[in-house]
């Protein structure tokens, strides 16, 4: 295993935000999921400010439902960084979109994929120093939690490599991802001609990654995670995010 210690500078995000939100919608139906307002600003606006203040510098945002709500608020740049969009056409679930927008991006460093409707507010640097050490295909950030009826455990070994993304059936708390990636470009050619259409991150993009025998590490956080995808998180997520 490399043992390289040196820090990769991470300065492109990738966000998926073209979900149609369909549980959040008795609460909020005239924006989309990311742009749910949260004591006045959107959503996405308080993640994008905090990977500002990791470093993030070049935003590109996979788009689908109301882009145009997204688009003319951010328009091209906020805050100093470069905000860019990638239209979906047609629904192409998190892992086509996440392909498509990804062609976007530069082919040989790692970029950093969130989803547009969770928060974990992790250290970008630590998830960089993991990756270059493990020398990843994926590291994917885990939090932990005891609602096993609502997600899913991942299955580890003692060298943090993820052998597992199946539902483990455990009883009291297990690591669950948290949707902050760190991706290496090169995974993605060998995966892009498996999936020429819609597919699912987490359903098939991370199983087919499996079975190619990519590297998948799982970095373990204390930091607070909140998926504003259902209406009881969404009205509780003011107070989580004035205290994070």
């Known amino acids: 295993?490399?043992?390289?210690?040196?820090?990769?500078?991470?300065?492109?995000?990738?966000?998926?935000?073209?979900?149609?939100?369909?549980r959040l919608r008795s609460a909020v139906s005239d924006v989309p999921k990311p742009m749910a307002p949260i004591d006045g600003k959107p959503f996405l606006e308080y993640q994008i400010q905090y990977w500002m203040g990791?470093?993030?510098?070049?935003?590109?945002l996979s788009v689908g439902y109301m882009h145009e709500v997204i688009e003319s608020y951010?328009?091209?740049?906020?805050?100093?960084?470069?905000i860019?969009?990638?239209?979906?056409?047609?629904?192409?679930?998190?892992?086509?979109?996440?392909?498509?927008?990804?062609?976007?991006?530069?082919p040989d460093k790692r970029f950093l994929l969130l989803n547009g409707d969770t928060y974990f507010p992790i250290d970008l640097s630590l998830l960089s120093q993991f990756s270059?050490?493990?020398?990843?295909?994926?590291?994917l950030s885990?939090?932990?939690?005891?609602?096993?009826?609502r997600y899913m455990g991942v299955a580890l070994d003692q060298d943090d490599q993820i052998t597992s993304f199946k539902d483990l059936k455990i009883h009291g708390q297990i690591?669950?991802?948290?949707?902050?990636?760190?991706?290496?470009?090169?995974?993605?050619?060998?995966?892009?001609?498996?999936?020429?259409?819609?597919?699912?991150?987490?359903?098939?993009i991370f199983?087919?990654?499996?079975?190619?025998?990519?590297?998948?590490?799982?970095?373990?956080?204390?930091?607070?995670?909140i998926d504003i995808g259902i209406p009881y998180d969404y009205q509780r997520a003011s107070i989580f995010l004035e205290k994070r």
Request: net charge negative.
């Open 1 to 22: 295993m490399p043992s390289n210690n040196s820090l990769e500078i991470i300065d492109t995000a990738l966000i998926l935000a073209g979900g149609f939100g369909t």
């Open 54 to 60: 990791q470093g993030i510098r070049r935003f590109v």
């Open 74 to 82: 951010f328009g091209c740049s906020w805050g100093g960084a470069s």
């Open 84 to 106: 860019e969009y990638v239209v979906e056409k047609e629904p192409l679930g998190t892992g086509g979109a996440m392909l498509l927008a990804a062609q976007e991006i530069e």
């Open 132 to 139: 270059v050490k493990v020398d990843s295909d994926w590291s």
């Open 142 to 149: 885990l939090f932990k939690t005891d609602d096993i009826n």
């Open 175 to 204: 690591f669950a991802n948290g949707g902050v990636y760190l991706v290496h470009p090169r995974t993605l050619n060998e995966l892009r001609p498996k999936f020429s259409g819609g597919s699912s991150l987490e359903s098939d």
């Open 207 to 225: 199983p087919a990654a499996l079975s190619a025998k990519q590297r998948i590490y799982g970095l373990r956080s204390d930091a607070k995670f």
